[in-house]
């Protein structure tokens, strides 16, 4: 006899730290539901309770009693429907990765992850113990298995579940975004569903949480490998999958398949939604930025005001004896279209009060990168009071080519708590620009002035000054640095690629001299595999040579 479940893959957004709240949405969201899509199962992200990653609250004394409160809570509601909620569990003094089946006022059954994430952001070894075995449940005449996030990209968990008779088998993740991310887990979980000769359901979280942002991206992949459900990116929301079973053998038709994102809209969404969550979760009023005339800064307030709306975002150009008319052009004219609080703020005479006040120290010494250094130092001054005044987060606008090679101020423009463009490159700034000018939600409009696009990219802290007197093209940069910092590799291997040898080794040793830099800049989105955050951990203090 022929029948179908109803399952809602609950892509949502949780706060990390906020048992509490985050049980209230979890029951929320079941009886959503039932009520709007007559449910057989909802399932709920990785480590749901908690928020993820909880990184060292995972440690704290009180962890297991919020959660059997929270457990005893979701109990408490009784509801008609089966949910599969992720969260930590304390059992015999050992913490699991865990999910559990409820339904009603009874727990189902319990699976602990079995394969434990220890590389790039990921740390789970640090808490958590390993499971050993299969955990199988009938749901409505299937036999449904489970697993965790990583449990499938090893082959072993999805083995133990077809030995086991499985005919289903539900995953849940917190799965962070990086470029490419969405075309990795399809072709992951066609392999798995091949092997397994089953259908698998995968639920992934969405938000930003710090330096990551969760995409979404649920998805069901039949057994045969084909994607026959795909919800959106950066959306959050209940999405429902049919999924028919014949003969004791579960078929998932083809249903609801989200367009898939370009490169630059993966990133700009990835870049909007975490400077939105950064800023909302930790209950700043807005943001403050420089505007300098440049590309970054453009860049970083058209996220900002795409993130939070124009009322809630302010920003100050800060002109010196070097700030050309183009430069408050352009900041003027972009400010005006977007709408945001715009004020301009001349450093002059703060800098020649600081330049008095140093006239002793300075005494006997030529006019070097010091100087340049006090008018950044300057304007981060400026921003810094006005975040304290009036409540708003200071976004800096260094890109990653920039921060890289130190081609930035310590206490000046990097002064700030949110880096919007801390893992995008040079060349991806540009690409990115162009993209909000003619692709954002299908509108084509100059956000960004075509004359920062082309005009030469400069710091303007001396008089003429243009990036590439002291970097090479950021087309070729860019190159040597994702080959250095993503790849790891050596300078005779990049040289080996055809790049000249000069200019390899001066710019692999910019990036290992500032490392002391990066240790002190702000938080920003990670968008590749080794952004500059958790995923690269260079120490400081070291005397590796540059070489092979």
């Not at 209940?238 to 998932?252: I, S, T």
């Not at 939604?273 to 209950?283: F, P, Q």
């Not at 302010?314 to 002109?319: C, F, I, L, N, R």
């Amino acid at each position: 006899m022929a029948q179908h479940l109803t399952i809602v893959m609950a892509q949502l957004n949780f706060l990390v730290g906020d048992i509490e709240g985050n049980t209230d949405l979890v029951i929320e969201n079941a009886e959503r539901a039932i009520d709007e899509n007559s449910a057989d199962l909802i399932v709920f992200p990785e480590l749901t309770l908690t928020g993820y990653p909880p990184e060292d609250l995972l440690l704290r004394p009180s962890l297991q009693l919020r959660i059997d409160k929270a457990i005893a809570k979701i109990l408490d509601a009784s509801l008609d429907i089966h949910l599969v909620v992720g969260y930590p569990l304390l059992k015999n003094g050992v913490l699991y990765n865990a999910l559990s089946v409820f339904k009603g006022n009874e727990s189902l059954a319990t699976y602990f992850k079995q394969c434990l994430p220890n590389y790039q952001v990921f740390d789970e070894r640090r808490y958590f113990a390993p499971g050993g075995e299969v955990c199988l449940l009938n749901i409505l005449g299937v036999s449904c298995a489970f697993t965790i996030c990583e449990d499938l990209w090893e082959p072993e968990p999805i083995q133990q579940a077809k030995d086991a008779g499985a005919q289903f088998v539900i995953n849940i993740n917190a799965s962070p975004f990086h470029i490419n991310k969405l075309s990795e887990r399809k072709t992951l979980l066609k392999e798995r569903c091949l092997q397994g000769e089953f259908p698998i359901l995968y639920v992934n979280l969405i938000g930003g949480q710090d330096e990551l942002v969760f995409d979404g991206g649920s998805m069901v992949i039949s057994a045969d490998g084909e994607c026959n459900y795909l919800a959106p990116n950066y959306v959050e929301g209940m999405f429902a999958v049919k999924v028919n079973v014949r003969n004791g053998e579960c078929e998932v038709p083809k249903q609801e398949i989200a367009t898939e994102l370009s490169l630059e809209a993966s990133v700009y969404q990835s870049l909007v939604l975490g400077v939105k969550d950064y800023v909302n979760k930790n209950k700043f009023k807005g943001v403050v930025l420089g505007l300098s005339g440049g590309i970054d800064s453009a860049l970083t307030l058209a996220v900002a005001v795409d993130a939070l709306g124009s009322d809630r975002v302010e920003a100050v150009m800060m002109p010196f004896e070097y700030t050309s008319e183009l430069s408050l052009e352009v900041a003027g004219q972009q400010a005006e279209m977007l709408g945001v609080n715009y004020q301009i703020i001349e450093i002059n005479s703060i800098y020649k009060s600081f330049i008095s006040a140093l006239e002793n120290e300075f005494a006997g010494t030529e006019v070097d990168v010091s100087e340049q250094n006090l008018q950044a130092r300057a304007r981060g001054v400026l921003l810094m009071a006005i975040s304290n005044k009036k409540g708003l987060l200071v976004l800096t606008t260094g890109n990653k080519s920039e921060i890289a090679v130190g081609y930035s101020t310590l206490y000046g423009d990097m002064a700030g708590g949110f880096d919007v463009l801390k893992d995008v490159s040079k060349t991806l700034v540009y690409k990115l620009a162009k993209y909000r000018n003619c692709e954002y939600m299908g509108e084509r409009k100059e956000i960004i002035p075509e004359k920062v696009i082309h005009r030469p990219p400069s710091a303007e802290l001396a008089p003429g000054q243009v990036d590439q007197d002291s970097l090479p093209d950021y087309a070729l940069l860019d190159q040597i640095l994702e080959l250095y910092i993503e790849k790891d590799l050596s300078a005779d291997a990049i040289i080996s690629l055809g790049f000249n040898e000069e200019e390899v080794r001066r710019v692999l040793r910019l990036v290992d001299l500032n490392e002391y830099k990066r240790r002190q800049s702000p938080v920003g989105v990670r968008l590749t595999e080794r952004g500059f955050g958790r995923d690269r951990r260079y120490p400081i203090t070291n005397a590796w040579p540059i070489g092979d």
